[in-house]
């Protein structure tokens, strides 16, 4: 396997190496047996950079250098990501991914180690083509087009195109509002890959809130934010199974204690029951016909936000408000049983909470009310 189609054809000059350290095209030429100190060093013709080299044979990494001129050659971003910043870059990548401005020379036959690494600031056509594909040695599918020159390779086959690592948008943000939390994406350039946000509280792990698919550069939607405090976003390409890295965990919004001594209503005691009211069996029950209201005093923060959650059960009819003194107002209204969240914002740091109903009057039972402070990251 390791004879291959260009043999047949044409053999490689023994000053192969000296004719491409001298072409204007090229932009590094490197000879893996010359790894020292960590580095492998532009053998080009007036060149006095490198590589740097991590790792040893057969599992090496290699960063390129960090300037311009190389940013600019590698449109196929394996040296840099799709935002300019650098990565790390595996034997594996580079022995595995046709690589259309890094051209590199490795063994046909297992272990497929690497010999030499080029890359090239302007692609090459005509017969300096066919020579690049017999000096390197480079897969007969190497740009997509069958070559003579090339060589058949153990380790795959056929055509096989690297894709850039998905690269992590800068334009989201994620912002507690009143419902949930707010995403906003606003991209210059449409994402090239998926986004995933995940989130967590302070004790939980991480898992998945909310995907934003390929190709979206704008966004306004609200989630739940149950209890989240921590969230991370990473890109994931649609085409492979390519993962950016996570961002840094950043905080959204940290919840403070329970207001509430006795939200669950395991007993009758911290609430004023007004006409109709009740509490029986773990929970609050209004059953009437007319205008009546149930509190509690809390002790809040002037221009504060809380959060206030509950439970509606046993609903026929639903004119309920949640009010505040001096004040601070919202409301559920309709037959709906479930879980339910309001934001509101204190304006007196003593607030007395009521549940009222409406003129018509209304029946159904609450359980599990939790009030609590909105903390700032």
Known sequence: MSIGIGNRI?????????????????????????????????????ASDYLTVGGSAGSYTFQCPDTDIYKIADTDYIWFKTDATQ????????????????????????PNSIEYIMILSSSVTGTQRDKLFRDMQLPILWDNNLNAYGRIKSNRIGYTPWTPEPNIPSGLTLTLISGGVQIDWVESNTPNAKTEIWGKNDSDDYVLLYTINKGIATKSETIDPVDLRYYKIRAVSSDVASYSNFTNESSIAMLGNELLSNGTFETDTGWTLGPAWTISGGKLNRIGTNTSYTSCSLITVTNSKYRIKSTISNCSTTALFITGAPTFSSAWTGSVNGSFIKYVIASSGNTILQFRTGASGSNFSIDNISIKRILNP
């Open 10 to 46: 044409g053999a490689s000059s023994s000053s192969w190496k000296s004719y491409w350290k001298s072409q204007s095209e090229v932009l590094f030429f490197g000879e893996i047996s010359k790894i020292t100190d960590g580095k492998l060093y532009n053998q080009k013709t007036g």
């Open 87 to 110: 990565r790390t870059t595996t034997e594996a990548e580079l022995i595995g991914y046709d690589l259309t401005k890094t051209p590199v020379r490795y063994l046909s036959d297992s």
